[in-house]
C-alpha cells in the first residue's frame, strides 16, 4: 500500500514537468484519467457488435471456419482517432493504451450471456524476429486487459508463429491469405482442451491472419471459438 502511494507520488511529481497527453487528442490528461481523455473515450466509434449475435462480421467466416461469437470493439478509418490509437499501440510501444482498452472492452463483454462462457484468451502472436525486433506484441497487451477484466487467464504459449511474413497491408484477400496459411503451430495444447477460447487481434480487415490461427486451434480439441479485435477497418 505504501509502495502504490509512493509510486503514484512519483507519477505525479513527473506529470507536473512531462504531462501525459491523450492518444488520440493530445490533450493533457486529467489526474484519474488514463491513456485517453474522458471526452475521446465517450466519443469512441463503438461498434456495439457485441450486442449482436449476427452481426456484420459473422460473414467474413461463414463457410471458412466455425466461429461461436465475434466482435469488434471499434471501427477504424484512416483518419479517425482510433489511427491514432492503433499506432500509439502497435509503432509507439504504447502497451497501456493496448490493455487499458481491452479492459475496458472486456467490461462490455462479460455483461453479455454469450460471452460469459468463455475459459481463456490466446492472442495471435508475433513470430519471435518481429517480437524481438517490436518488444512487444501489441495483441497480448490487449489480451492482458480482456483476460482482466472477463476474470479468465491468457496463455501465449499456446499459439505460435513459427514463419515470418511480410506485412499484410497492401494485399488482397487471397494473397493475405497465402501469406498466412501455414504460419501457425500450437506448441501446448493442454490448457485448451475441450476449453472455449477467445482468440484475440489488433485490427480485423480480411480476417485471413485470425482464420489460418482459428484452423489451427480448431486441430486441437478445443469445444468452441470466438474472436475479439479491438477495432475492424469501416
Known sequence: MIMMKIVNAFKNLISLFYPYSCVACG??????????????????????????KENPLQLIFRGRVPIENISAFLFYKKV????????????NGNQEIGEFLGYYYGQQLIQQP????????????????????RGYNQSEAIAKGLGKAMKIPVYTDVLQRNTYTDTQTKKNRFSRWKNVEHV???????????????????????GATLEAGISKLLENNISKISVVTLAVAH
Do not use: G
Open 27 to 52: 490533450n493533457v490528461l486529467q489526474q484519474n484519467e488514463q491513456s485517453l481523455c474522458v471526452n475521446c473515450l465517450l466519443h469512441l466509434p463503438e461498434t456495439n457488435y457485441h450486442l449482436e
Open 80 to 91: 479517425n482517432q482510433v489511427q491514432r490509437i492503433l499506432h500509439s499501440l502497435k509503432y
Open 114 to 133: 454469450d460471452y460469459q462462457n468463455i475459459d481463456c484468451v490466446i492472442p495471435i502472436p508475433l513470430h519471435y524476429k518481429k517480437l524481438k525486433l
Open 184 to 206: 501457425f503451430e500450437v506448441q501446448n495444447a493442454e490448457p485448451i482442451f475441450n476449453k472455449h477460447v477467445l482468440i484475440c487481434d489488433d485490427v480485423l480487415t480480411t
